[in-house]
């Protein structure tokens, strides 16, 4: 069973920084690198709103149009690891903070990890 555990949430000002990580582990048939990774954020009130996706290899990312310029997504595969930098952080940017990791077979989801951007 994979367990996907995120990181570095907390509370920052407008115009802040943060950077969150995903540490992977529980692989048995396949590997980290089997998957593609993704990051999802979940406002209060609001449904669960996709952010950034990256390739099995950690290349080609694509982000929601709300982050663009501002997230970057990342992964380690040597280490089990993605890892999402944020910039320049705004309200909107409140939320639960979920990885995800995709196969053809389906997916697992960490438990969240909260960010509040609060002045």
């Known amino acids: 069973q994979v367990h996907l555990v995120e990181s570095g949430g907390g509370v920052v000002q407008p115009g802040g920084s943060l950077t969150l990580s995903c540490a992977a582990s529980g692989f048995t048939d396949f590997t980290f690198s089997d998957y593609a990774m993704n990051w999802y954020r979940q406002a209060p009130g609001r449904q669960r709103e996709f952010v950034s996706a990256?390739?099995?290899?950690?290349?080609?990312?694509i982000y929601g149009d709300s982050v663009k310029g501002r997230f970057t997504i990342s992964r380690d595969n040597a280490k089990n690891e993605m890892y999402l930098r944020m910039h320049g952080l705004n309200l909107e940017d409140t939320g639960v903070y979920y990885c995800n990791a995709v196969r053809a077979s389906g997916g697992y989801w960490g438990q969240g990890t909260p960010v509040t951007v609060s002045s």
């Open positions: 990256i390739t099995r290899a950690g290349d080609s990312p």
